[in-house]
């Protein structure tokens, strides 16, 4: 599978400059790319665009061609800082592991998910908690692309690095696409095949 933004545009409100403009880029399934920029830049605006939660002013979001599907658990997945704000408040999370159908248990030992967490409301649960179910969620089998910005900021470091080693396990051995937002360029070195400069491909004014 690829994911293609297309002429990307985007501001928030109208009547103001333009965030993204003119933005295009290819991610093909398997490559790890790392997306680079000055911060204030649109990395944030942009993962979010091509995962679907915000609509772009002007251009389009194509998965092998064709629209990003509107019903279902999306192929592309995005972990970011507010996991409350990616997960449904009137679902038990039993019920959201069960849309995705992520239920591994080796999945759930290695977040350190605990079971009587399953029966809980995510406004039961504390932001580090909820976003153990994000990145459980974001490992259903139907996804291809893995998209991750700042997702650690709840994470204690040892659990950041849990969450991170398996990650990293399943996109190398499912050959996902993985981008990450990133202002750490030795990490980005070490995991991604390649990075993007934001600041190279916005053709906004400054
Ligand atoms: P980056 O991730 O590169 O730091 P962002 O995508 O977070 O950049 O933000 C790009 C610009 O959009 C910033 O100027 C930011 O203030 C603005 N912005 C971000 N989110 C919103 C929002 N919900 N409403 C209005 N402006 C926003
Ligand atoms: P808001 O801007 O209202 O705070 P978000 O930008 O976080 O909300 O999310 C926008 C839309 O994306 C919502 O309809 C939400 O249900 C959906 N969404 C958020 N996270 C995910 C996810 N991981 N998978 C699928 N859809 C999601």
């Known amino acids: 599978m ?17 965030i993204l403009k003119d933005v295009s880029l290819k991610i093909e ?16 605006t942009l993962v979010k665009i091509l995962a679907g939660y915000l609509k772009p002013a002007k251009g389009e979001v194509l998965l092998d061609g064709k629209p990003l599907p509107k019903k279902g658990v999306c192929p592309v997945q995005l972990i970011y800082q507010h996991p409350e704000k990616a997960i449904n408040p009137r679902w038990r999370m039993k019920k959201v592991l069960e849309e995705s159908g992520m239920f591994r248990d080796e999945v759930m030992e290695a977040l350190g998910i605990e079971r009587d967490w399953l029966d809980r409301y995510p406004r039961e649960l504390s932001g580090g908690e ?27 470091v040892i659990t950041q690095a849990q969450i ?16 990450m937002v990133t202002h750490n360029s030795s990490l980005a070195e070490r995991i991604c095949t390649r990075t993007i400069n934001l600041a190279e491909i916005n053709s906004r004014e400054e």
Request: charged share 30%.
């Open 2 to 18: 690829q994911i293609e933004a297309k002429n990307i545009s985007f501001r928030y409100r109208e009547n103001t400059p333009w």
């Open 29 to 44: 399934e398997g490559e790890r790319v790392g997306l680079i920029g000055p911060s204030g830049y649109g990395k944030s």
């Open 130 to 156: 909820l976003q153990r179910f994000c990145v459980a969620r974001s490992l259903f089998e139907g996804t291809h692309f893995l998209f991750a910005d700042e997702m650690s900021t709840m994470l204690d």
């Open 164 to 179: 991170w080693n398996l990650m990293l396990k399943e996109v190398e051995e499912r050959r996902l696409g993985l981008l």
